[in-house]
């Protein structure tokens, strides 16, 4: 079973501009998560994606957006971006049958913002 | 005060070692408790939850939860180099919607 896929992997961009990251969920899982984890963070909750629904929302601004397409694959968009936007971006998933709390992660996407 | 909070580390030990990871929280309310390990530049992967107090075991490791002390540890027995890994805890409440919250991970390192 494929597990869930993200990309790019590595991702540079200049202040100001935007980043577009993308994931694949594993077959047959409805939910996707993303989380930012920055230098000396931890994982911050993002977005929470279930059925092409928005479910829930951390505390990031509004130029952290995203969809879910009817393939349950993800996008996550981050406008103007700031230097401080800099870090790995996780995206995972879970199926309704395991619940929001098993969660299987990606790789990640590097985002260096200079 | 962070809602879950781990020692920071990092954390070297020898082979063969018990190792004690924990994370304290602050909320109550909190129902799941999950301990995910994520080697470099990796994704986090889970490793073991529990749902509400008590002990659950799964070979080497043991993951236990004190309710009443907002408290939580993984017990690593026998430890091996491969476990040399980031250590993560995290925890969510029950009913739709709820999303996970973690702590900041703690490094840990087996020496052969």
């Known amino acids: 079973e494929a597990g869930v896929t993200q990309s790019p992997t590595h991702l540079i961009k200049t202040r100001g501009q935007q980043a577009t990251l993308r994931c694949s969920p594993i077959s047959g899982h409805t939910s996707v998560y993303w989380y930012q984890q920055a230098l000396g963070l931890g994982l911050q909750f993002l977005l929470w994606?279930?059925?092409?629904?928005?479910?829930n929302r951390g505390n990031f601004p509004p130029r952290f957006s995203g969809r879910q397409f009817p393939n349950y694959s993800s996008e996550l968009n981050v406008n103007a971006l700031e230097l401080e936007d800099s870090a790995l971006y996780l995206c995972?998933?879970?199926?309704?049958?395991?619940?929001?709390?098993?969660?299987?992660f990606g790789p990640g996407t590097r985002l260096t913002v200079t | 005060q962070k809602e879950v909070e781990q020692d920071p580390g990092p954390l070297s030990v020898p082979e063969g070692a018990i190792v004690s990871l924990n994370c304290t929280y602050s909320?109550?309310?909190?129902?799941?408790f999950m301990w995910y390990r994520q080697y470099s530049r990796k994704g986090p992967e889970l490793l073991m939850y529990t749902y509400s107090s008590g002990n659950k075991e799964d070979g080497r490791f043991t993951a236990q939860v004190d309710k009443s002390s907002k408290y939580i540890s993984l017990f690593i027995r026998d430890s091996q180099p491969s476990d040399s890994a980031t250590y993560l805890c995290a925890m969510s409440f029950t009913g739709a919607n709820s999303k996970l919250t973690f702590g900041k991970g703690i490094t840990l390192s087996v020496r052969p």
């Open positions: 995972a998933s879970s199926s309704i049958r395991t619940s929001h709390y098993e969660q299987y």
């Open positions: 994606y279930d059925e092409g629904e928005e479910r």
């Open positions: 909320n109550s309310a909190f129902q799941y």
